[in-house]
Structure formats: C-alpha cells, structure tokens
C-alpha cells in the first residue's frame, strides 16, 4: 500500500506541476502585443520610410578644388586651397590658400573672398584664377583657426566676415 501512496504523490506531484508549465503558457499568449491599429490615411510615412534623392553630376561639368593650384591673372603662382569658409546660411564666402614659402616652409594661409576666384571651364578644366596680385596676397593678415577671419577682397582691401552674435543668457 506504502508504494501505492507514492505513485499517486509522484503522479499528483507530476500533473500539479505540468499543469503550472500549462498556466503560464497561457498566461505568455495573453500577454503577446497586440498589432498596432492601422495608421490613418491622413499621417506622414516616417523619414527613414522615404529614400534619399540622388543626382547625378557629369564628371566635366563638377570639380573638387581642395589642393588646386591658384594663379594669379598674371600667371603667377598663389598657392593652393587647403580649405572653404562658409557662413551661417552654408554659402561660400572665402578660399583659404596656403601661400608663398618652398614645400610647405614658411607659408602662410591667407583668406581671399569667393568672389575673387575665377574656375576656368572648358579648355582649361581646374585651373583656377585669383584677382588679386602677388604683393597684395603677401601683405594680406595670416588665416587662424578659431580667430577672426579677414577675406582678402578682389579690390585689394581687407574686410572683417560679419560674425553672428553669440546667444545671450536668458
């Protein structure tokens, strides 16, 4: 009889715990998420939903100008432009042109306005002219980082960029 009572305690002990691994089987279904609503007609598809416009440029009509060599209309050598400056609103205001000194020594970087530099198209594909002379480069003030920048104007005078104001404090 003794062995009796412990086959019913085995097998009650076995349907108590099968029938716990059944209840929270069913308690997980219950607790799936449930799929979203449909969106209404009316709301914008998400940013990442639309792909990106692409256009495609003709290699003759587009040049990079970083390390283009810089002449002068006379024909004399500027130098080459290491970098761009671009204001507030993302629009070229000034070519920055490592000038003067023999491999890199003794040069200095001179800002010269946008509007002062002429792309050659056509026959003359990355030449690029400045309207500005030697001398006038040369007595130009030195392009730093993180200081005011002086552009060097096609007429020869030096104008300070407009900075914009710093925010103010509330």
């Known amino acids: 009889m003794f062995g009796v009572r412990r086959l019913a305690r085995a097998g009650l002990a076995a349907f108590a715990q099968a029938a716990a691994v059944l209840a929270m089987i069913a308690a997980a279904q219950s607790q799936t998420p449930q799929p979203a609503p449909a969106k209404a007609a ?3 598809p998400s940013k990442a939903a639309v792909p990106p416009s692409a256009t495609v440029l003709d290699k003759g009509d587009v040049q990079g100008i970083l390390g283009k060599d810089v002449r002068s209309a006379a024909g004399e050598d500027m130098g080459r432009i290491v970098d761009v400056v671009v ?3 993302g629009d070229p205001r000034a070519a920055v042109i490592d000038f003067g000194g023999f491999l890199g020594v003794g040069s200095r970087k001179i800002a010269v306005d946008w509007n002062a530099l002429h ?10 002219t400045l309207d500005l ?3 006038q480069v040369k007595a130009a003030p030195e392009y730093a980082d993180k200081k005011p920048v002086v552009v060097l ?3 020869g005078s030096v104008h300070a960029m407009p900075q914009d104001e710093p925010p103010k404090p509330e």
Do not use: Y
């Open 119 to 128: 792309f050659a198209p056509g026959e003359k594909p990355g030449q690029v």
């Open 87 to 89: 204001d507030s609103a």
């Open 153 to 155: 104007g096609a007429s």
């Open 42 to 44: 009316t709301e914008q």
């Open 133 to 135: 002379t030697r001398d």
